[in-house]
């Protein structure tokens, strides 16, 4: 049993780890082949998988669109067509309803969001042990596919959310009307040292609740299937019964990804549109 449960606790630890690239406690510089590695190596470390993964599936996104813009029709589309038009026209639709502005940022920025954050959560629907494995054999000693499982690509989207809220909020409000937003509301004026703490502490929580609310779901998400997939290791009933539950949850988890990609996309309206609202 207890062998078992090193086997068990081994392998997920395995398929939670990132491979992260940095300088080794013996200042060569390689890949990590454990978590107290990875930590060692620092800021400079960089988890290589997901950089990879992200960047991909962001240039499949822009290859996809573009080859669909391409060939569009007036006549019958085809099924690539059909599916970047409801796709278009839903984006629009939650941008017309939230912000409005006139703006030739906000909807591309939607559009890239919803699709970049999709994409990169439905590679959570792959077995876990394919690329796994396929990394061991090539001799690389971690991989992960889902790059919104890792903080530093969820943080990184929302920080550049935030970014760019802070600079419409001072594009089209002033500094002093920025200012005078965080420093004079709710309270008045004479608290405004309450305001200013009550009000940038709200501001600050907004890209940090952006990056964990879809980190941790997908990262739970991750966790259950690698948790289903130890059941194949016992018996053939339990094997059978691990199999319907990865079906099941797979089924449920199509509704996950697109929900997370759908409140990271409305979220991101709803920020633009209060950095673009004056407040009297």
Known sequence: MSTEAHSSGEYIKHHLQNL?????????????HG??????????AINVDSMLFSIGLGLIFLWLFRMAAKKATAGIPGG???????????????VRGSFPYQSTLVAPLALTVFMWVFLMNLMDLFPVDWFPYA???????????????????????SLSVFLLVLYYSFKMKGPGGFFSELAFQPFPKILFPVNLLLEGVGLIAKPISLSLRLFGNMYAGEMIFILIALMFGGSWLL??????LQ???????ILIIT??????????????DMAHAEHH
């Open 20 to 32: 992260t690239y940095g300088q080794l406690p013996d200042g060569t510089w390689g890949f990590a």
């Open 35 to 44: 978590a107290a590695e990875a930590k060692a190596m620092g800021f400079w």
């Open 80 to 94: 690539l067509q059909n599916f970047v038009e409801w796709v278009i026209e839903f984006v629009d639709g939650s």
């Open 135 to 157: 990394a061991t054999l090539t001799g690389l000693p971690h991989l992960k596919i889902v790059p919104s499982t890792d903080p530093n690509v969820t943080f990184g989207l």
């Open 239 to 244: 094997a059978l019964f691990g199999g319907v």
């Open 247 to 253: 079906w099941a949850w797979a089924v449920f988890h």
């Open 259 to 272: 929900l997370q990609a759908f409140i990271f996309m409305v979220l991101t309206i709803v920020y633009m």
